[in-house]
């Protein structure tokens, strides 16, 4: 069972002054849960979130975030501006871009970021791109092969294919890249891995913190190089369909504390930091996109028509995801219709959901489609010529305040200023 954060009298108010569609996010619940992030993983004395920027890439987010002692994650120059806006910079900005342009790296160089080197051949395009290598860098680690955990006669637990990602160095490379730095001058070090995508299982975190720790302890032997943090970067996921069982960040955290004393600790590195780069954990459930019921069709299915498309929010369209529905002011009614929930894309895949048993929608009803907070408004795009939507926030009070206006159609023709004449 999925309880939304608004009600339908709440976004009856909010219509008035904001039209649907809109992306809302919840402070209270975002609040609460970085709390519990941080309770999970205070046993390290230097744990810290660094917040994926491209989930939720709205100032008024990271803000909150920042306060809760979260940095940021960032992977390209308008993530690392927005943070440096926001007055998030130095040691509480990660880089972790691939395929980076040079005046990227540039710029996390002058905003102090730390660097997460995706590549070996990083290593001189950072030094010019900073002029040296920074005192504090990074690097990030792909093991290969296929990534499995639980196997049961479902399948696997979680499976993901790190052999088949374009991310990280092989662990000779690793090796190499620490020396060349080392004696490029670098003096702290940390290492990153991001293995598999949104998991459900609380034993993701202390797999890949076993793999990390034991290849930390690996590294010190055989290059010196003692690593001051971890990264264990993001992939916790969420139950986007109420039947799966939520992650539980106390046991992820302890498990994580376990393998750390099991391997670091004896090692003499007891010291070491624990960092996280959540995005969709921190965010998705906190964030709702709200549309509104314009059409019905009957045809060979039955169809509910919404004011919302895959522009809005991609992830049903391009991986089939499921995002669970919830028709405002019917949250008890029997679900006793079926219907394709669709938008207005000129592409079939347009659609929030297939076959999906829902309460009986009346035209003007309400549709909250839950866990949009994160890769929601971020992956949005224009495509049919549909424009951005608004972003509100809930305030912890109750309140709503607009933290991003809904594009305009002067927005959309703004990059065609001058161009005109020349037709
Ligand atoms: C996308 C991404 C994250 C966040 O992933 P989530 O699954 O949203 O937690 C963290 N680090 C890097 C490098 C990423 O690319």
Redesign the pocket.
């Known amino acids: 069972m999925k309880t939304p954060f608004v009600t339908k009298e709440l976004i009856e108010d909010i219509t008035k002054t904001y039209p649907t569609p809109f992306h809302i996010y919840d402070e209270k619940g975002i609040r609460a849960n970085a709390r519990r992030l941080y309770e999970a993983f205070s046993w390290n004395k230097g744990f810290k979130e660094y917040f ?1 920027v ?2 939720t890439p709205n100032p008024s987010i990271l803000k909150i975030l920042h306060e809760e002692g979260c940095g940021t ?1 960032c ?1 390209s120059m308008a993530e690392l501006v927005m943070s440096e806006k926001v007055g998030i910079k130095g040691n509480d900005v990660m880089f ?1 871009s691939n395929d980076t342009p040079i005046e990227e790296f540039a710029f996390a160089g002058k905003i102090g970021a730390t660097i997460n080197l995706d590549d070996i051949t990083h290593i001189p395009f950072v030094e010019e791109a900073c002029g040296g290598i920074p005192k504090r860098v990074s690097c990030r680690y792909n093991p290969g092969g296929v990534f499995t955990l639980g196997e049961s006669k479902e399948g696997f637990q979680v499976m993901d294919n790190p052999g088949d990602a374009k991310y990280g160095m092989t662990k000779a490379q690793l090796m190499e890249a620490y020396k060349t730095l080392k004696e490029k001058g670098a003096e702290e070090f940390g290492m990153h891995a ?1 293995l598999a ?2 998991t459900l299982s609380n034993e993701y975190y202390p797999a890949l913190a076993k793999i990390l720790f034991e290849l930390a302890v690996e590294i010190k032997e055989v290059t010196g190089v003692q690593l001051s943090f971890i990264n264990l ?4 996921g969420i139950a986007y369909d109420p039947k799966g069982t939520e992650n539980d960040i106390y046991a992820i955290g302890e498990g994580v504390r376990k393998v750390y004393e099991e391997v670091l600790v004896p090692a003499g590195m007891g010291n070491v930091s624990i960092f996280t ?5 921190m965010m998705a459930p906190y964030g709702h996109l709200v549309t509104k019921a314009i059409h019905e069709k009957h045809t060979y299915k039955e169809y509910i028509g919404v004011d919302a498309c895959a522009a809005n929010l991609m992830r049903p369209a391009v991986y089939g995801s499921y995002h669970h529905i919830t028709v405002l002011g019917k949250e008890d009614a029997p679900l006793d219709y079926t219907y394709d929930v669709t938008g207005s894309l000129c592409e079939n895949c347009d659609k929030f959901a297939i076959d999906r048993k829902l309460p009986k929608i009346d035209m003007g009803d309400y549709l909250v489609i839950h866990d949009t907070g ?1 890769h929601g408004f971020a992956m949005g795009y224009n495509y049919n010529g549909r424009l951005w939507s608004a972003e509100l926030l809930l305030r912890e009070d109750g309140s709503v305040t607009e933290i991003r206006r809904a594009e305009t159609i002067d927005d959309y023709f703004a990059t065609l200023d001058g161009f005109w004449d020349a037709i």
């Open positions: 994926a491209k989930a994650d992977s972790s991001f995508s949104n970067s993001g992939g916790v780069e959540l995005g969709r954990f994160a």
